[in-house]
Nanobody
Framework: QVHLVESGGGLVQAGGSLRLSCVVS????????MGWFRQAPGKEREWVGA????????SYVESVKGRFTISRDNEKNTVYLQMNSLRPEDTADYYC??????????WGQGTRVTVSS
């Protein structure tokens, strides 16, 4: 069974940075394309970005381009979301996801990010 566990969320001031981690167990990380979603209070879930199995290709929603970076270390079975220049509108629960292409079959439990103004 595949498990995804996120960590690294917390409270940060606007303009600050956080790095989220997602540890995958039960399967080899290189079996999956990975991604991140987020859901802000009272809003629909939003795709944030994705990274292919090798790490050679990434894509992002327009609102985080240039500020967020997804990376992965397949040896450590870990995916990262580096978030810089954080804004209050980035406040959300962030979810790590795994699958193939843009079909994500596996989801973590989420980690909360709060950005204060």
């Amino acid at each position: 069974q595949v498990h995804l566990v996120e960590s690294g969320g917390g409270l940060v001031q606007a303009g600050g940075s956080l790095r989220l981690s997602c540890v995958v167990s039960g399967r080899t990380l290189s079996d999956f394309d990975m991604g991140w979603f987020r859901q802000a209070p009272g809003k629909e879930r939003e795709w944030v970005g994705a990274i292919n199995w090798s790490g050679a290709h990434t894509s992002y929603v327009e609102s985080v381009k240039g500020r967020f970076t997804i990376s992965r270390d397949n040896e450590k079975n870990t995916v990262y979301l580096q978030m810089n220049s954080l804004r209050p509108e980035d406040t959300a629960d962030y979810y790590c996801v795994g699958g193939h292409g843009m079909r994500f079959d596996y989801w973590g439990q989420g980690t909360r990010v709060t950005v204060s103004s």
